[in-house]
């Protein structure tokens, strides 16, 4: 039997003496999209920086495709096809858009990373804009290339932040597209996203937070069942 992509047991996490995680419990099947919802502050951007090692003490157990690496430091975790878009993105300003692309080696994660040509028949808005500066970018334009250059490392299992935050309609369209086509190319991707009409139709499970614990899961085809729960919860 397959080991899950991603499996979390009893995590918890602390900024300094702000104890931010009181148990996490998450199971993620390779090709599986799940999304975090929580409101602001429930911990759930703390489930992915404690998932790579960002956070600062943690205890617990995280597997990522059955390999324990609750004790391994984060460049060992990216090592094991783990790839990280932060919600502030992280673009270098100085360098074009395609140099922003060439930055992240290809790691020895077991899988092959993407080439520049794939990235962009997947993003044909960066092949247009390879040599604009990265802070010429749209907001949109920005969000793709933060994801474009983690699947040039040889990534399989993509944790996103928020990545339709603040942005125009027609992007965050494009945004579920490059969703659904990850999900097909056989990626694996833990989203946590507020916009729940964008989250909704993309995952097949759902996982929601409150408080640093994990207080409903449920899949896709329980969502319309579990949206008197979510309005309590979410406010949805």
């Given at each position: ?50 998932i ?116 125009a ?47 409903e ?16 919860l979410?406010?949805?």
């Amino acid at each position: 039997m397959t080991a899950p992509a991603l499996e979390i047991k009893g995590l918890q996490a602390w900024y300094g003496e702000s104890h931010v995680l009181h148990g996490v419990d998450m199971v993620v099947q390779p090709g599986e999209v799940v999304t975090l919802l929580g409101r602001n502050g429930a911990g759930r951007t703390s489930t992915l920086r404690a998932i790579m090692g960002l956070t600062g003490a943690r205890q617990g157990s995280i597997k990522v495709y059955g390999q324990e690496t609750i004790a391994l430091p984060t460049y060992r975790i990216a090592h094991l096809g783990l790839g990280y878009c932060p919600e502030e993105r992280g673009i270098f300003s100085s360098l074009s858009c395609e140099e922003n692309l060439l930055l992240p080696p290809p790691l020895k994660t077991g899988h092959a990373s993407m080439s520049i040509e794939e990235i962009y028949g997947m993003f044909p808005n960066l092949a247009e804009r390879k040599n604009s500066q990265g802070t010429r970018l749209s907001g949109g334009e920005q969000q793709m290339l933060a994801v474009a250059r983690i699947l040039r490392t040889g990534a399989r299992l993509l944790l996103l932040d928020e990545i339709s935050e603040g942005l125009a309609p027609v992007i965050v369209q494009a945004l579920a597209r490059m969703i659904t086509m990850l999900r097909e190319k056989g990626f694996t991707v833990v989203m946590v996203e507020q916009n729940f009409r964008f989250a909704a139709p993309l995952a097949d499970r759902f996982y929601v937070m409150e408080h640093g614990r994990m207080v409903e899961h449920f899949t896709a085809t329980q969502l319309q069942e579990k949206m008197p729960v979510l309005t309590e919860l979410l406010g949805v």
